[in-house]
Structure formats: structure tokens, C-alpha cells
Nanobody, 121 residues
């Protein structure tokens, strides 16, 4: 059974940093597409960062230059390095992935349970 488990959220001060992790468990050969979304109270979920199967990345304008998405297929983990945090970055952050199983089949649209990030002094 494939599961995603996020960690690394918490309380940070403005200007601080956090590193989110999304660990994929199950019979997975590789993480193809990896995305991080966030949802702030009263707002719609938004795409923050994405990485394609080829490694190209895209970021929301609000986080460009501050956030970096990466993945480690050997560790089955997706990361989101967040720096220069702002109070408006406060949200629940979710990892979403499309995966390649060890059986050679694709497994799409797997989500983690979310991790809370709060930026406040």
C-alpha cells in the first residue's frame, strides 16, 4: 500500500527556515512528478512548487527565490526547503506525487496528510 507521510512543519520566525519532508512508503521504484501545495485558513489550496519527472521545477511567484523543491528517489523522499519565511506562508502544506511502482505501473495522485507551518514572531 502506498502512503505519503509529511514532516518538518512547525513554528518559525519571520525570516527563518524550515525543511519539509514527504516520505513515500510502498513498492515504489521512483517518484515521477512531485508537488507541494498549501492551504491557508479560509483560502483555496494552491500549488507552491512542482518538479517534473525530468527534474524541471516551477514555483508560485509568491515563493520564487525562497523555496526549493527536490527529491531523492533512493530515499523515496520529496523535500521543500523554505527560507526567508513570511507570515503569509502560514498554511497546511501537502505533498502530492505521481509514482512508478516496482511492478512497472504508474500510480497517480497520491497525497500526504499535510503538515502545519506557522510563521510568527
Amino acid at each position: 500500500q502506498i502512503q505519503l507521510l509529511e514532516s518538518g512543519g512547525g513554528l518559525a520566525q519571520p525570516g527563518g527556515s524550515l525543511r519539509l519532508r514527504c516520505l513515500v512508503s510502498g513498492s515504489i521504484r521512483s517518484i515521477n512528478v512531485a508537488e507541494w501545495y498549501r492551504q491557508a485558513p479560509g483560502k483555496q489550496r494552491e500549488l507552491v512548487a512542482s518538479m517534473s519527472s525530468g527534474g524541471s521545477t516551477n514555483y508560485a511567484d509568491s515563493v520564487k527565490g525562497r523555496f526549493t523543491i527536490s527529491r531523492d528517489n533512493a530515499l523515496k523522499t520529496v523535500y521543500l526547503q523554505m527560507s526567508s519565511l513570511k507570515p503569509e506562508d502560514t498554511a497546511v502544506y501537502y505533498c502530492r506525487t505521481d509514482l512508478l511502482g516496482t511492478d512497472g505501473l504508474g500510480y497517480s495522485d497520491y497525497w500526504g496528510q499535510g503538515t502545519q507551518v506557522t510563521v510568527s514572531s
